[in-house]
Nanobody, 115 residues
Framework: QVQLVESGGGLVQPGGSLTLSCAAS????????MAWYRQAPGKQRELVAT???????NSADSVKGRFTIARDNAKNTVYLQMSSLKPADTAVYYC?????????WGQGTQVTVSS
């Protein structure tokens, strides 16, 4: 059974920073495209950032210049570095692994941006 375990969420003040981690197990990690999604209360889940096997990254316009996705294949881990956080970034953040259109999801980690 594939496992994706997110960590690093929490409460942070506006303008602050957090780094999320997602540790994958029971998959050949370097074959998978990885992504971070988020879902705020009452809203649909939205794509935040992606990173391909070839380390090509992309991110949503709402987080460009503030969030950075990265991966460490030796550690089977994908990261989301978040800075200049805003209250609008408050959401549950989910890790996603995708290979041959077969997606896996983590359980999510809560990020709350509030003073």
């Amino acid at each position: 059974q594939v496992q994706l375990v997110e960590s690093g969420g929490g409460l942070v003040q506006p303008g602050g920073s957090l780094t999320l981690s997602c540790a994958a197990s029971r998959i050949t990690f370097n074959l998978y495209a990885m992504a971070w999604y988020r879902q705020a209360p009452g809203k649909q889940r939205e794509l935040v950032a992606t990173i391909t096997r070839g380390l090509i990254t992309n991110s949503a316009d709402s987080v460009k210049g503030r969030f950075t996705i990265a991966r460490d294949n030796a550690k089977n881990t994908v990261y989301l570095q978040m800075s200049s956080l805003k209250p609008a970034d408050t959401a549950v953040y989910y890790c996603n692994a995708n290979y041959l259109k077969l997606p896996y999801w983590g359980q999510g980690t809560q990020v709350t941006v509030s003073s």
